[in-house]
């Protein structure tokens, strides 16, 4: 039962342009949803959240936005640079005594110049 | 500041031997702890999660079981490796909600 999925496993993208990474989840309970940013060989890094309250966070070059009507989330990132080029995983998170963080496939994101 | 420090970095084993990743945590207490799996081409698999010394519950059946020693070591082990327990194994702590901090891995190719 996959409870979040990244359906696109790659996206190719032009320097200079947006980024539009996508997520879709079935859980109407989750609190929070993150992306994580990962590169070869290493541990995913966090880059951003948003509340099941809000609907847009912005930091920087990146901004989530969440549509809990569709159970949908993206993540914007504008202008896509090439060290951008990374596995990102959205995850959404249960709260309760483990905090259990649930993660998508993953999609990986070629930004070429 | 909290680290996590996670080792070994890279690991070759034979099918059938024993295997033992650990995992320790830095500059927190009482952290809830989680190992990890990313299998070729998928996501990040939950293993098994610990919110105290002892306590560990796992997440899907499997040919892995994990310890917790102590407040900050979490230990991932199996006594007979499969060649299906290739992946990289991730461990991961996190306290209240600030989501997961995760260490930098282990690359396990089982052979």
């Known amino acids: 039962d996959q409870q979040v999925k990244q359906n696109s496993p790659s996206l190719s993208v032009q320097e200079g342009r947006i980024s539009i990474l996508n997520c879709d989840y079935t859980?109407?309970?989750?609190?929070?949803f993150l992306w994580y940013k990962k590169y070869p060989a290493e541990g995913p890094t966090f880059l951003i959240s948003i509340s099941s309250i809000k609907d847009k966070n912005e930091d920087g070059r990146f901004t989530v936005f969440l549509n809990k009507s569709a159970k949908h989330l993206s993540l914007h990132i504008v202008p896509s640079q090439p060290g951008d080029s990374a596995v990102y995983f959205c995850a959404a998170l249960l709260s309760g005594g483990y905090n259990k963080l649930i993660f998508g496939a993953g999609t990986r994101l070629a930004v070429h110049p | 500041s909290q680290t996590i420090h996670q080792w070994p970095a890279t690991l070759v084993q034979p099918v059938g031997s024993p295997l033992s990743l650990e995992c320790t945590v830095e500059g927190t207490s009482n952290p809830n702890l989680y190992w990890y799996r990313q299998a070729a081409g998928r996501g990040l698999q939950l293993l098994f999660y610990s919110v105290g010394i002892g306590q560990i519950s796992s997440e899907v059946p499997q040919n892995l079981s994990a310890s917790r020693p102590q407040d900050r070591q979490f230990i991932l082990s199996s006594k007979k490796l499969l060649l299906s327990d290739s992946g990289f194994y991730l461990c991961?702590?996190?306290?209240?909600?600030?989501?997961?901090?995760f260490g930098s891995g282990t690359r396990l190719t089982v052979v």
């Open positions: 859980n109407s309970m989750f609190d929070y």
């Open positions: 991961a702590w996190s306290i209240g909600f600030n989501g997961y901090t």
